[in-house]
Nanobody
Framework: QVQLVESGGGLVQVGGSVRLSCVASGRTFTMYAMGWFRQAPGLEREFVAAISWNGKITDYTDSVEGRFTISRDNAKNTVTLQMSSLKPEDTAVYYC???????????????WGQGTQVTVSY
């Protein structure tokens, strides 16, 4: 069992930056690949970024490529999503997920956090 707790969301201006963190507890963090996902009102949850257990492999959805950076600190059991050049369409609840296998598929993630709201406005 893995528990995930996200933090760092809030209200951000268009063009601004915010950093989300997800702290894991319960099992060995390096056993898991990690991902960030988001869900806007009325829409399905979608993939944002993923990182392998050792941080050597990362992937991003096209809409955030070059603006968002996913990273992890295995010593602190933490995965971070640095978000820059934010746009109104980035507004969503952001969730972190964990799975034993590296995957971009939402349905394959075994563990989820409760989510943190990011609102981007003018």
């Amino acid at each position: 069992q893995v528990q995930l707790v996200e933090s760092g969301g809030g209200l951000v201006q268009v063009g601004g930056s915010v950093r989300l963190s997800c702290v894991a507890s319960g099992r060995t963090f390096t056993m898991y690949a990690m991902g960030w996902f988001r869900q806007a009102p009325g829409l399905e949850r979608e993939f944002v970024a993923a990182i392998s257990w050792n941080g050597k492999i990362t992937d991003y959805t096209d809409s955030v490529e070059g603006r968002f950076t996913i990273s992890r600190d295995n010593a602190k059991n933490t995965v971070t999503l640095q978000m820059s050049s934010l746009k109104p369409e980035d507004t969503a609840v952001y969730y972190c997920g964990a799975d034993h296998a590296y995957t971009l598929e939402i349905f394959e993630y075994e563990y989820w956090g409760q989510g943190t709201q990011v609102t981007v406005s003018y």
